[in-house]
């Protein structure tokens, strides 16, 4: 495993990391997804991701169950906080109250003393974004969080984050984690130029597209019944993805990675990895093989021959742009 800085900040994470969205606590066996993140710690995965708001925190619980076997520092732990956890007005959000209490209620989850990365799920619209700011940076000098980012805000709302803490003299934001992966590459245009700029490092989810590029969804065939897609409970994310177009040139996709004497799914990550401003890209798993499979993408180095086929190929996807 290779590791990585955290945009400009001294944290070293793999640069594979392991989430749990829509897996452990939910779809997965808990004792299996304890399986599979002993497995991604014994492959050099010092990176585990989750949040407050998969399954209402039970995933929390699955994963500080399985890391609780682990010494504390050796391993890097961000949750997130902004989707409902109640029925209450103040139960979701960016406000100080919300963050605070959640933060409060992670740690117990996750039976731990602090986190080592915790991240605004989501931009709140509703809350003052120095309000957010001040709220993070008090976790900090409380030691219940080392450092903070966000997931999927613009490059506009990330501008305005690092201009608030340059002028308020807050602790800088250290990551984003968008959604990115061959099929879905909106951040290339503004986000990343912003964040390389700023010091702010990507760790980014889906980097499978939710398995479609696996190449276990064909052009023209049934949907495999033991996969995700036809899961009515969590296949909503996926539906976009699975039209014969881009199954076409996924497939193409798959015969580069023959070529190569690689998995696609290991050809979709390395891919990933190429990009300088990715410090992680998340993979999920619901089984150790496949911690075992994504794991090995950190070897593959790709040509530039190999680049240029690639997006020759999905330059005829560009602008594709899935629900999720």
């Not at 209490?101 to 996750?110: F, V």
Request: hydrophobic fraction near 35%; charged fraction near 25%; aromatic fraction near 8%.
């Amino acid at each position: 495993m290779k590791y990585r800085r955290l945009g400009n900040s001294g944290l070293k994470i793999s640069e594979i990391g392991l989430g749990s969205w829509l897996t452990y606590g939910e779809t997965v066996g808990n004792q299996n997804a304890i399986d599979c993140i002993h497995q991604a710690y014994e492959l050099g995965i010092n990176f585990f991701d989750t949040a407050n708001a998969y399954n209402r925190g039970e995933t929390e619980k699955v994963v500080g169950e399985a890391l609780k076997s682990f010494s504390r520092e050796s391993y890097v732990l961000a949750t997130k906080v902004f989707f409902p956890m109640g029925d209450g007005p103040n139960d979701r959000g960016l406000s100080r109250k919300h963050i605070i209490e959640q933060c409060d209620a992670s740690l117990k989850r996750l039976g731990v003393d602090y986190l080592d990365l915790y991240q605004c799920h989501r931009f709140d619209e509703e809350t003052p974004t120095e309000e957010t700011l001040r709220a993070l940076d008090d976790l900090v000098k409380q030691g219940k969080i080392l450092y903070y980012g966000v997931s999927e805000w613009t490059a506009a709302q990330i501008t305005d984050a690092v201009h608030i803490t340059k002028e308020k003299n807050l602790r800088p934001l250290v990551s984003n984690q968008p959604i990115y992966n061959m099929l879905v590459r909106y951040i290339e245009k503004e986000v990343l130029p912003v964040s390389e700029k700023e010091g702010i490092g990507q760790v980014v989810f889906s980097p499978l597209a939710q398995g479609i590029l696996t190449g276990k969804y064909k052009p023209g065939q049934v949907i495999p019944s033991n996969t995700r897609a036809a899961n009515e409970n969590i296949n909503r994310w996926i539906k976009s993805y699975l039209n014969d177009d881009v199954l076409e040139r996924v497939a193409r996709l798959e015969g580069i990675a023959n070529d190569l004497g690689i998995k696609l799914s290991q050809l979709a990550v390395a891919w990933i990895l190429r990009q300088p401003g990715v410090s992680s890209a998340i993979v999920g798993a619901s089984c150790p093989e496949q911690v075992t499979e994504n794991v090995k993408a950190s070897e593959v180095e790709l040509s530039n021959d190999v680049l240029t086929e690639i997006e020759s190929i999905l330059k005829e996807i560009d602008g594709f742009v899935p629900i999720w």
